[in-house]
């Protein structure tokens, strides 16, 4: 280790950084690393049981001076980083939504870093930017999406890092074509809808966008919707917004929530923004991947009315981290809204208007070559076995709510729609002095309910906090009506039946020591 | 290959998509299938070839239906994607700004890749979090930063995608900090100033975060001062706005500029900007790398007085796109603008603010494990190593710089400050009969002054398409003070010596052939 002011002597010196044969070397040393990581990632504690700051104990203050060995590298990844990584990869791993890595997609993540090329325009790397287009409408056809989205129906798909970026980009492309039309000085009189469960993307989105903060609705939904938006309370809230003088800009419709996998209607939701010209984008971040299965291709029923769709190959399509498929409509409202185009980057292509130069269709300018990732997986595996795949996690988590209707200690909250479960557990009948209390009066009764609650709520965050800090599975949480359950998330790509198996009886466990002392 | 409709066919069934011993043998043959590319890449074109429109006709329409083996998928990739790759790593590329990988930057992507976890916050794996915080204040002291950009100052740094995402993050950070202040409806009177140099990516922050576009300024620059944003020319331009009853609101100031590598003087520029409260940021996408080299420092004194200072690590510091660092004085500005927490990720880590959550620093909620590679490229070559890496190439493009100045035929348009030379052909001298019309007058003195240039332009454009077509070399253009000039950025990481003296003479010979019909 060695310091920086020791710049006289700076005679340390090694061979190119991207030497051929070093690369293969140390290129093989990896594979090997990584495979043995996902022979024994369900023996290490899902959730890292580290304490905030441990990281900067273990490491020192500076960058060393003088190369290091990458055999030293790698041990400290094993005995410094490991232990500090949340194993999304784990077969034991149910939290948040999937993270689903594959061989494929490594692979296609591996080629992409490779050639290391900016794609930021055609000319660039005319590959990365056709073959974008080609897989984007090969994934749109799977999920039977209208041609109107496709490049061959003067619509197209882009890939973009994440959910957040795509809203972004729609919700801008919409705030321009509005603001032409209504003129600028208007920006504060625009409104975004979504529900109060759509992903937080959306307020985010709305706030870089400039959007007045006061002019964010989250429409409230309702269990006896299933907590889905609904086209009524949708337009009595436009309707309120246009009668302040408001003007309606944009809805963000969510098939496969956060919280609870909810489906907003979308077919019906788009009717009702056609009305008032606003521009609709369907999130269906995590339950996207599942519509390339007839079976659950309904979900997205309408969306041919939709402005724009988009889900997260990342999440649930075996896909790494990041990738997330866009479809729009209308590329020329986007690009309208993103484009800049400096003399440094014109070149014959973009002049001739022949290509698409995917820099206009996106936040950044440079731009990864994604596609390959998307392009192996979808031919490695190919149309049946992703379906397979996914049906897979779906009969697991079917399973999984089995499991849990059999014991009449806990309740599925929501019902399952997708391979995520909802469930927690019922707080034991208060002692028998206490139910008397409850039956003196109707007030005093209402109030218990709400007291029961509050238990419940705080029983089942217990028992999450102690499956968790058990290392043996890790899931989480979430409120939907004040009820506070526990996501059972099926789709990890190592998960195998055995796992679900298991993670139950520790759910069971757990539940036991808990209610014990409850 | 299947068709989508044999639904009902669907028993095409392969092993688990993330089995450990099929992930290495497929691994293997890719780092194999890479190393060769690296060993071969100098034999390509470097800007390819193809036509608009080339893949679509080699690719089938859609998915196919059955998995197809990774060895057919490779020769694929090497037979229809490789021809249509403008390769980047080829140390023949002196086009744009370099994309510069290492063995390193591509391991430490792998292990990113390969844990996939998805790390929105402290809890969702505490060693992506804590890495990035350590690794940012190594390269902030490597930098000679001030301690108030580092976290140990009550800054800190961040990782961004690109540069365009850390502009928009500030820029919005800036907005609604000074919103905040003046109220809401005040948007259409921020004012946001750059140079006519300025990266595109600003213009493209602006137009996103919902600045109105009257209200952007490209302040204009010059020859005399080097195209350099001057102190003076940014007052008069803040005046005038203030002076209309407009909000001066952001600065970007660059170090290294796209076009010519221009420096603007960040020091005198911070003090104008001081008198307004205006943000400033400091881009120096380009040539930051360079001033970890104690003789390069200078060109960002005065950074202390700045609000954000970035750089991107995937364009000359051997970490693979994308790679943007990120570094701010006031992080909580960020949170204020940026931060969403909704219940699903409420955790007790988050709850005890003992810990950073990155989430609320940048545009997307879900984030890649990026500082794992710029881990291992500090570690495995050393800061002894990374400074001899930029300064060979500091020191290949001053060779490249005395080759042009020892041919009479060619000019440096702009001296060399970094690893870039801007240069042209000049036009040959026009006959003599034109000659003696040139000296009748001034007034047609000066026109065809303007004409020459018009020759010198199209003579350059001529060069630079003739030499890109043949494969040999690749470089790129800008236009600065009108005049179109040739780019030749040295940064490829392997490129020797030997690469720049064959694209001196491929410069030679290609200009050869066009004065000789000129």
Redo the contacts between chains.
Sequence with gaps: M?S?HA?N??????E?????????R???M???F??????DVEKYPV??Q?E?????KL?P????????P?ET?LQD?QT??????????SPNYFA?FP?S???????G???S??????GFN???????T??E???M???G??LKLPKSFLFSGNGGGVLQ?????AI?CTL?AA??RMLNKIG??N??KLVVYGSDQT???L??AA????????NFRAVPTTKTNSFGLTPDALRSTILADIEAGLVPLFLCATVGT??STAVDPIGPLCEVAKDYWIWVHVDAAYAGSACIC?EFRHFIDGVENADSFSL?A?KWF?T???CCCLWVKEPSALVK??S?????L?N??TD?K??VDYKDWQ????R?FRS?KLW?V????????L???LRSHVKMAKNFEGFIAQDKRFEIVVPRTFAMVCFRLLPPSPPLSIMKVYQNGNGVHHSNHLQDETRANELNHRLL?SINASGSAYM????VGGVYMI?FAVGA??T?ERHVVLAWKVVQEHADTILATF
């Excluded at 002597?9 to 090694?14: D, P, R």
């Excluded at 203050?61 to 290091?68: C, F, H, Q, T, V």
């Excluded at 410094?80 to 990869?89: A, L, N, R």
């Excluded at 936040?363 to 440079?366: D, E, F, Q, T, W």
């Design positions: 060695g920086l710049d002597l700076e005679n340390s010196c090694i190119n950084p991207l030497d051929p044969e070093e690369f293969r140390q290129g093989h990896m594979i090997d990584l495979a043995d990581y996902y022979r959730r890292s580290v905030p700051g441990y990281l900067r490491l203050e500076s960058a060393p001076y003088n190369p290091e990458i590298i990844v410094q980083i490991v232990p500090g990584i949340t194993h999304w990869q948040y993270s890595g594959s061989i494929a997609g490594f692979l993540e591996m080629l870093t490779g050639f290391n090329v900016v055609w000319m660039s790397s005319p590959a990365a056709e073959l287009s080609i897989v409408d090969w994934l056809k799977m890092g994440t959910t957040c970026e972004l801008t705030r321009d600028r000085e920006i504060c992903h937080c993307a307020q985010k706030q870089i966008a400039g959007i007045h903060p006061k956060t919280s007839p997260n990342h075996f790494t981290l990041d809204a993103l800049t185009n400096p003399e440094y014109r014959k292509a001739s022949q290509v936040i950044a300018l440079s990864r390959m192996l979808l031919r490695s595996y190919g149309v049946a076995n379906r397979n795949f906090e989480t949480h979430a409120m996501r790509t190592l195998e």
